[in-house]
Structure formats: structure tokens, C-alpha cells
């Protein structure tokens, strides 16, 4: 069974920092493509930025370029979002996501965790 | 505003049929085939219905299918059932610098 479990959300000031992690099980997880997708409270899904399977390619959404970087560990089965310059506006739940085809981006998300929530506010 | 245009809200009875509307432009929908819709239920993760503009995923009932003419995909959901009623997204890969666009959603209503 796929899991995807997201941790590391807080409540932190405009301007702080802070690292999403996501834990994945149940697929070969260095065969993927993985993106990180967020949605506002009350509000609909944006996608934020995806890492190739082996970590050589890398995009963002414009909203966060220059400020967040997706990174991933295959020996952990683990990816990452450092999150720097936070501004009120990526106040979120952080979802992480699968995507749907091995190796090759399809850029559809077949998979998603539970999400963390994390609040820019001082 | 989102890139993709989605009516808010649609409703219909059980036993119905609605189709929910996903406008873009050729530099996303109208120009790939790399179209996929989302349904999610309040407090729950997104799940995904349609990829590739018609395909569904193993275990999707086959009363949701997809289609697109030019710039607009569109979501079809036949023999309406309570557990229908959730939020559905359109997304697309987009020839943009942002990759991959979502719709506004849709808000379904299962009178």
C-alpha cells in the first residue's frame, strides 16, 4: 500500500524558515517523479514544485522560486522542502504527491499524503 | 485568480448527469493531453479521477469519464450518487514557467 506522510508543519514568522519532510512507502520510491502541492485554507490546490526521480531535475511554482528548494533522499525514501523567506501567503496545508508514471514526469499526482499544515504568522 | 477557469458551483439530483467545465488556453489544456481532474471530500487529500484528459485510474467507477475540445477539458459524472458531492479540480501541465495549473474547483452538489 503507497503512504505518503508529511511532517514538520508549524506556525512560524513572516520571514522564518522551515523544512517539510515526507516519508513515502509501499512503491519503488526512486522510480518517481515527486511534487509538492499546497492549498490555502478555505481556498484550491497550487501546485509548488516537483524533483525528478533522481533528484537531477528540479521546478517551482513562481510564487516560491528564489525562496523554497525541493530536495529528496532515495536511501531514506524520503523528500524534502526547505522553506526560507516565509510570507504570510504560504500560510497551507502542504500536501505531498506521487506521480503517476515511473521515471518520466506525467505531472498528475496518483498519490497524495495527509498533508501538514503550515501558518506564516507573528 | 487561478489559470484554469472552473464554474463554482454545479448541482444535480441522483440519477443525473452533470459535466464540469475546465477552460484554459493552448499553452495548457489546449495544447496537451497531460490533463487530470481531482475530487476531494472536506478534510481529505485529493484523489485522483481522470489523467491524460479520458484514462481512469484502477478502482475509479467508470460513471466519471473526460474529454476535451480545444482549449476546454471537460468532467462528466453519470448516474449521480450521494458520495459524489466534493470539490473537483482540473489540472494541466502548462508550457508556462509554473509547470503544472489547477482550476479554481468546483463545488458539486448532490440535491
Known amino acids: 500500500e503507497v503512504q505518503l506522510v508529511e511532517s514538520g508543519g508549524v506556525v512560524v514568522q513572516p520571514g522564518g524558515s522551515l523544512r517539510l519532510s515526507c516519508a513515502a512507502s509501499?512503491?519503488?520510491?526512486?522510480?518517481?517523479?515527486m511534487h509538492w502541492v499546497r492549498q490555502a485554507p478555505g481556498k484550491g490546490l497550487e501546485w509548488v514544485s516537483l524533483i525528478s526521480w533522481d533528484g537531477g531535475s528540479t521546478y517551482y511554482a513562481d510564487s516560491v522560486k528564489g525562496r523554497f528548494t525541493i530536495s529528496r533522499d532515495n536511501s531514506k525514501n524520503s523528500l524534502y522542502l526547505q522553506m526560507n523567506s516565509l510570507r504570510t501567503e504560504d500560510t497551507a496545508l502542504y500536501y505531498c504527491a506521487k506521480d503517476h508514471n515511473p521515471v518520466k514526469t506525467r505531472y498528475y499526482f496518483d498519490y497524495w499524503g495527509q498533508g501538514t499544515l503550515v501558518t506564516v504568522s507573528s | 485568480q487561478s489559470a484554469l477557469t472552473q464554474p463554482a458551483s454545479v448541482s444535480g439530483s441522483p440519477g443525473q448527469s452533470i459535466t464540469i467545465s475546465c477552460t484554459g488556453t493552448s499553452s495548457d489544456v489546449g495544447g496537451y493531453n497531460y490533463v487530470s481532474w481531482y475530487q476531494q471530500h472536506p478534510g481529505k487529500a485529493p484523489k485522483l479521477m481522470i489523467y491524460?484528459?479520458?484514462n481512469r485510474p484502477s478502482g475509479v467507477s467508470n460513471r466519471f469519464s473526460g474529454s476535451k475540445s480545444g482549449n476546454t477539458a471537460s468532467l462528466t459524472i453519470s448516474g449521480l450518487q450521494a458520495e459524489d458531492e466534493a470539490d473537483y479540480y482540473c489540472?494541466?501541465?502548462?508550457?508556462?514557467?509554473?509547470?503544472?495549473?489547477f482550476g479554481g474547483g468546483t463545488k458539486l452538489t448532490v440535491l
Open positions: 489540472s494541466s501541465y502548462t508550457s508556462s514557467s509554473t509547470y503544472v495549473v
Open positions: 509501499g512503491f519503488t520510491f526512486d522510480d518517481y517523479t
Open positions: 491524460e484528459v479520458s
